[in-house]
């Protein structure tokens, strides 16, 4: 099991940036990479961004060229640059810590999310 807590979130303009970083305690030394997904009022949470153990990264089409996932998995860190925020990246984001095959395979071990409110 790993202990996950986000910060960083806030309230920002469109166009503007945050950074949410996330830390973890605890093993997990199985799982060979760390995400964060989103969920928005009504939605169902996405995906957002991936990074492995071996520093490759993946995004969700949304954020391409806009958001930068960074961190060590080892150390369960991970952080989230958002570059050119838009109102429809409002949402609750949660850390996650999983596995990285073809894709993401979330764990049961979230964070407690951290709110991003981008107004127009």
């Known amino acids: 099991q790993v202990q996950l807590a986000e910060s960083g979130g806030g309230l920002v303009q469109a166009g503007g940036s945050l950074r949410l970083s996330c830390a973890g305690s605890?093993?997990?030394?199985?799982?060979?990479?760390m995400a964060w997904y989103r969920q928005a009022p009504g939605k169902q949470r996405e995906l957002v961004a991936a990074?492995?153990?071996?520093?490759?990264?993946n995004y969700a089409d949304s954020v391409k060229g806009r958001f930068t996932i960074s961190g060590d998995t080892a150390k369960n860190t991970v952080s989230l640059q958002m570059n050119s925020l838009k109102p429809e990246d409002t949402a609750v984001y949660y850390c996650?810590?999983?596995?990285?095959?073809?894709?993401?395979?979330?764990?049961?071990?979230w964070g407690q999310g951290t709110q991003v409110t981008v107004s127009s």
């Open positions: 990074l492995t153990n071996g520093g490759n990264t």
């Open positions: 605890g093993s997990g030394s199985a799982m060979n990479a």
């Open positions: 996650n810590k999983g596995w990285w095959s073809r894709y993401y395979r979330a764990s049961s071990n």
